[in-house]
């Protein structure tokens, strides 16, 4: 379907594009859903990311252990299958992990996160999972309205992560693709690009060949408190000496963390297959591509010569509940669209054969948190950052459940949500205006080159949220306080 020129299918009516050609390349096994009752040593709730990583972690350390993973779709359906498939550290974020964590415990948090690109590549490597892994590093253009990040390169320098954020001339940003938009431009490169979906199915294959029991279709109404706890779910029920809740933006909606997360909407658009245009504008590696807006735009290639191509804009959801305002929003999957062109003029009128959204949960510190009450542990909050820091959550959950206290365990984002957004019917008219103020800026800062007085300070309002986020200190037993 066609509008203001943009040819492309209406979001949501199907998967996204990394989902749909994962199934194909391998639909896997199947994993009825739940009939009846199980048991386990370990219950997964959500099979994203963040689940599936805790589950390779328990069954890697522990063989024995009994896990039981429970997913209300089919693995990869949530953000693991919907995202832009960046493996970034997000260094740029040093500054207020330090703020927050103090010095060290940022430092150590953002080295954790770090190390995520070579060992995602390493482990699908070491267990022939193709899935598309290209560690080419990633290049954030400058237009010349747009801040080129001098404080928080200088900040990473002084802590020697100074490789992270290379600041290139107009040329050498041109040298990876050939935007006119390029004043200049950032390079990180130990960014690596990945097919999500592929590496979600490929997990949920290594877990069921070491004896996993997955249940996909299978929605947790909810978790009834004890030893063992027991997962409540359409079909039956799982009795579990330890809960692990992975649940991503569906954590808005549970118990216990109806303010700890805000969700915001996110789309992605995927073009045909262009191999002759991707020569044309110099796309020749796998060079993962961004601007510096304040709601980025994110660009990969792709091995099947496709462009995927998210942000711009997003929409926030009243009281964090998923409905079609995450999936199904035309206007806000066409500014996706329209990033490409402004990239690249060079492929006006190129098609785009799939277009998706889906729900980013957003905590107020904008970093993960991982909080244990008892034996149900949660893992919420990736804010959009999802692939480098779901790898080191499942870590850290894995830990959480052995109780097992080591460097995972005791990293500073253990403990519970730092801050809580204002609760419901606040909330989500704060939220429209903040998402509102943010793009309204951006356009306009590239419409005219200047920072638009009302509308910056308005967009300004998520990061004094974050500001206002209190320092979390380390305890003596490992963890946070």
Known sequence: MASSGIVMPAP??????WLQEALVFDPGDPCPPLRGS???DVCVVGAGFAGLWTAVELVTREPGLRVAVIESDICGAGASGRNGGFIACSCNDLPEMCRIFGEAPGIDLAKAFDEQADEIGAFCADHSMDVWYHKDGSLEFIADWQDDSADERSFLASRGMGHHMVRVDADTARSYADSPIAAGGIFDPDTATIQPARLARAL????????????????????RAGNPAVVVTPGGEIAAGQVVLTIGAWGAGWPGY????????????????IPDLLDEIGWRTHVGLGDSRYW??????????RIVIGGGAGRAMFGGKVGRDATHVRSVAEVAARG?????????????????????DMSRSLL??????????AGLGFSGHGLAPTRVGGKILASLVLGTQDRWSSLPVVGPPLGHWPPEPVRWPLARLGTWAIVSRD???????????????????????????????????GGVS
């Open 368 to 377: 993960p948190f991982f909080h244990s009450k008892g034996n149900v542990h």
């Open 258 to 273: 109806r303010t700890s997360l805000s969700n915001v909407s996110d789309y992605v658009v995927a073009t045909e297959p």
């Open 443 to 477: 356009r306009a800062m590239e419409r005219t080159g200047k920072d638009p007085f009302v509308r910056g300070l308005i967009s300004r309002g998520p990061d004094l949220m974050r500001k206002l986020v209190r320092k979390r200190t380390s305890t003596p037993g």
């Open 12 to 17: 949501g009516s199907a998967r996204s594009f």
């Open 204 to 223: 949920r294959g290594f877990l069921l060949e070491r004896g996993v029991r997955i249940y996909e279709e299978t929605p947790a109404r909810s978790v």
């Open 340 to 360: 490409l062109t402004w990239f690249f003029p060079q492929l006006e009128g190129v098609r785009f054969e799939y277009a998706w959204g889906g729900p980013m």
């Open 38 to 40: 199980d048991t386990a």
């Open 296 to 305: 980025i735009y994110y660009l990969c290639k792709t091995d099947d010569h």
